[in-house]
């Protein structure tokens, strides 16, 4: 089974709110059908600009906090689903069975990551063909009450708790570089294995904001990760066949899929 993430960034355009890369979500849904139903796949996508305005907006972060931020964590939800519906449209018309679940019906978080989560119903879907479809979604919190859970942490959820044979970040740059990609001098690193053994150290990259927590969450999953361009056509059929693209972090030596589908 392989984890897609379809990053908030590929799928709509940060700064503009609610704005949907109908053209992009289209390209990738195209690339998976020439895979499926030979692969299987469970798909996680972003809040983008639907879901990261609004969690701030309400502060659904801080926890609890009345009738207001209650209020504001449905409508963040509720946000969510919208743009989670669009992509399954996009899905269903390419011919491909994506099945919508939302993460915060079957996860429960405490202290930023997932301390309770019900994946059986994933599990059986992906037995019976059916591609679920996960979002970074509202959550409830063991000790805050309420908090943002990202499409990052559920991949690392699902990675070490399903066999999955790997994982690909579709990102708006071509993959993982030594620097903030805006910086002229910044490079990709292809092989993240060996540059992390360098120094052994995560604070090598200089890193803002979403990708800290995505490398961190990646070097610490079993299987090869790729993370690679979402809108270069062609990247994620490299990815699924197992060619170099983008940066890769190669599975742990012990670790093998069990049935790599
Ligand atoms: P997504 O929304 O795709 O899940 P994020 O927005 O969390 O991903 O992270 C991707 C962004 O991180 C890129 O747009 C890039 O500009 C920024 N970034 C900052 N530092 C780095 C780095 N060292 N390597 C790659 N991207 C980086
Ligand atoms: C954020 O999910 C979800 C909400 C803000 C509700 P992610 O953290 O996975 O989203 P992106 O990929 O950074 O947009």
Redesign the pocket.
């Known amino acids: 089974m392989i984890i897609v ?1 379809l ?4 799928i709509s355009n ?1 700064d503009e709110p609610f704005s949907f890369n109908e053209e992009a979500v289209k390209n990738i849904a195209e690339e998976i059908s020439s895979f499926y139903p030979e692969k299987k796949f469970v798909i996680v996508h ?1 809040g ?1 600009s639907y879901g990261h305005p609004l969690a701030s907006k309400y502060k659904i972060r801080e926890g609890m906090g009345g009738i207001e931020r209650m209020i504001g964590t449905s409508i963040t939800h509720q946000a969510m689903l919208e743009l989670n519906g669009k992509i399954i449209d996009i899905f269903l018309s390419k011919a491909l069975p994506a099945f919508s679940v939302s993460p915060s019906s079957i996860f429960i978080m405490k202290a930023g990551k997932i301390a309770y989560g019900n994946i059986k119903v994933i599990m059986e879907l992906v037995e019976r063909g059916f591609i679920p479809v996960l979002f970074g979604d509202v959550c409830l919190d063991e000790e805050k009450g309420i908090d943002i859970l990202s ?2 942490n559920i991949i690392s959820y699902l990675e070490e708790k399903m066999d999955v044979e790997k994982v690909i ?5 071509d ?8 910086e002229e001098d ?1 490079n990709l690193i292809e092989n993240i294995d060996e540059y992390i053994s360098i120094d052994s150290s995560i604070k090598k ?7 800290e ?2 490398i961190k969450e990646a070097m610490n999953m079993r299987c090869r990760v790729y ?1 690679i361009n ?1 809108f270069m056509r062609g990247n994620l059929s490299k990815a699924i066949e197992g060619k170099k693209v983008g940066s890769i972090k190669e599975a742990d030596k012990s670790y093998k899929s069990h049935q790599p589908l």
């Not at 990053?7 to 590929?10: A, I, K, L, P, Y």
């Not at 970040?169 to 740059?173: K, Q, S, T």
């Not at 993959?175 to 805006?182: A, L, S, W």
Request: hydrophobic share 30%; glycine share 26%; net charge negative.
């Open positions: 993430k990053g908030g960034s590929v940060k972003g983008g499409g990052d970040f579709l990102m708006d740059v993959g993982i570089y030594d620097k903030n990609p805006e910044a990259f200089d890193v803002t904001g979403g990708i927590n995505k993370f979402g």
